[in-house]
């Protein structure tokens, strides 16, 4: 590759806060500092004049489901549909110019509707007549779904959350998904995983972690994404339980999974009345304490096998009932092992969303990371969003702790859950600074960290480099327009603010003003994305 020197920027290194240039060796940093030394220092380099551009490592979206954010992208995204009319007014529109062999909209949320009640199957036949349609609600949990559907999906009637009419939960919305995958051909499915890693690429992220799984995408679908050529860089995570270290490793090997977790679901969501919950529901709707899949003694039985095996695992918690169940069967594999072989894979929970400080001393001291979604409060937090609809305002107020968990020493990582929330770092990093329970947010700086260094760091890289700009560490960076960089703590009566590169801090965007726009991306020091002029 020879020698690249990339002048005339602003580079966000935490052992050159003033950097303006960079240099770039065989995809290694290798230098960081001012313009002139690096002339000197480089003279035969390529030289790129960034013309004022911010530069910062790549971000990672530590959980993502490939194909299905994808679809969402290439056939049929319902988010931003204000209501019931207006949805199935989009899926009529689809289906008059598409012949699909499955429709497939994402993203319904029937808390933000006038009136609040989601689609019928008898709605979804009208706007589509004949048509297999798979209406996935937001949080991707429960879906509508047409008749044709239904007849694809075998036993379904009479499966845990199956109703003739409303969505599905449980069981019967896993049968339908899988029906609804099944109808998709080989080309409707790389064309949504190239849609969504082209998207990642230019929002300036250069790894993802599917969480995959048999009731998610299925194995085939898993081992295609595995095997898809693309800059951005792929790693699995396959969500179903074993019993013995030796059963885990087989796992692997018929999978291809990097490690045994992500969506391993002990329970649902909060939208969908699914989540583990120790109290009742508020709104007294669906089921009253939500949806139990994983006990704890399946969930401990899974981190001892695995963790003898030395493979990273973990499970998709939501509800304060599930987290306790899995926090307890972490402490159970610290019980049965040790503490520090428990804390040398790495393991983690994701969502955790309903988690207390006691139970966040204790993921601090097995090394358990919290991979978790700022977008979730964002969207649905404070006194009027769903989560107080769902659990009542106190409940709500007290979900997604990120300040607590990050004080206790919970590794942090930051990702969206698309299709669930879009991959738009830095909106998420607005999300978790500004989180709408005061003194739950972190600082920017914070924020960034868990969307670079942290979400490495969930993935398995601990080599302490990955996530950085410093000499040795990989050409793994964003090159971006924005504006003013600043210093900034989170908004309480500590804020403070500097565009000084004596205080030694790397700035970052001031996320008040339009956020950055993606440039160019490369990963170890190949271009992977490049906006066209």
């Known amino acids: 590759m020879g020698t690249q020197l990339l002048v005339g920027g602003r580079i966000y290194s935490p052992v050159s806060p003033g950097a303006t240039s960079m240099a770039v060796t065989d995809g290694i940093v290798v230098w960081l500092g001012e313009d002139r030394p690096g002339r000197a220092l480089h003279p035969d380099a390529d030289v790129i004049d960034l013309q004022g551009a911010f530069v910062t490592p790549v971000f990672v979206d530590p959980h993502v489901h490939t194909t299905a954010a994808g679809l969402a992208l290439t056939s049929l995204d319902v988010t931003h549909c204000g209501s ?34 989601p689609p019928s199957t008898q709605e979804l036949d009208a706007a589509a007549p004949g048509r297999a349609v798979y209406a996935v609600r937001v949080d991707a949990h429960s879906a509508a779904a047409s008749a044709a559907l239904r007849e694809a999906a075998p036993g379904l009637t009479g499966a845990p959350g199956f109703s003739a009419d409303a969505p599905l939960t449980a069981e019967a919305h896993h049968l339908v998904r899988t029906a609804a995958g099944d109808l998709l051909t080989p080309a409707q499915r790389a064309r949504a995983r190239e849609a969504l890693l082209g998207h990642a690429a230019s929002r300036g992220v250069a790894c993802v972690h599917e969480c995959g799984g048999p009731e998610i995408a299925g194995l085939t679908d898993f081992r295609e994404l595995l095997a898809t050529e693309h800059g951005v860089e792929v ?19 018929v999978t291809g999974a990097h490690a045994l977790g992500g969506d391993l679901f002990a329970d649902g969501a909060i939208g969908s009345h699914t989540a583990w919950l120790c109290d009742p529901y508020h709104d007294g709707q669906g089921d009253q304490f939500g949806r139990t899949y994983l006990d704890e003694d399946t969930m401990a039985s ?20 599930a987290v306790a169940a899995a926090v307890r069967a972490y402490e159970r594999a610290e019980t049965t092992l040790s503490g520090p072989e428990v804390a040398r894979c790495g393991h983690r929970l994701e969502h955790v969303e309903m988690v207390s400080s006691t139970q966040a001393e204790v993921l601090a001291r097995l ?15 404070g006194p009027e969003g769903m989560y107080a609809q769902r659990l009542g305002a106190e409940r709500a107020a007290e979900l997604n702790p990120f300040s607590m968990l990050a004080a206790k020493g919970v590794s942090l990582a930051f990702g969206s859950d698309a299709p669930v929330t879009p991959i738009e770092p830095w909106e998420m990093i ?78 970052l965007p001031h996320l008040e003003d339009a956020l950055p726009v993606c440039l160019r991306t490369v990963h170890r020091g190949r271009v992977i994305y490049e906006r066209r002029a």
């Open 84 to 117: 019931r009319d207006a949805m199935l007014d989009a899926i009529a529109d689809y289906a008059r110019s598409h012949d699909d062999g499955v429709i497939w909209a994402t993203g319904w949320d029937e808390t933000a509707w006038p009136g609040q009640r």
């Open 235 to 253: 790693r699995g995570y396959w969500g179903e339980a074993v019993s013995a270290p030796e059963e885990a490793k087989e796992l692997i090997a």
């Open 302 to 321: 899974h981190v001892i096998a695995c963790t003898r095996a030395g493979i990273q695992t973990g499970f998709h918690v939501i509800g304060d009932a």
């Open 367 to 381: 090394g358990v990371i919290a991979s978790m979604q700022p977008v979730f409060d964002a969207l649905w937090g």
């Open 430 to 507: 607005r999300a978790a600074v500004h989180h709408n329970t005061e003194g739950h947010g972190v600082s920017p700086r914070a924020a960034f960290s868990a969307a670079t260094r942290g979400a490495w760091r969930a993935g398995g890289v601990r080599d302490g480099l990955a996530g950085t700009l410093v000499p040795g560490s990989p050409a793994s960076y964003a090159v971006w327009e924005t504006g003013d960089l600043v210093v900034s703590a989170p908004r309480d009566s500590v804020q403070r603010w500097s565009t000084d590169p004596r205080s030694r801090v790397p700035a």
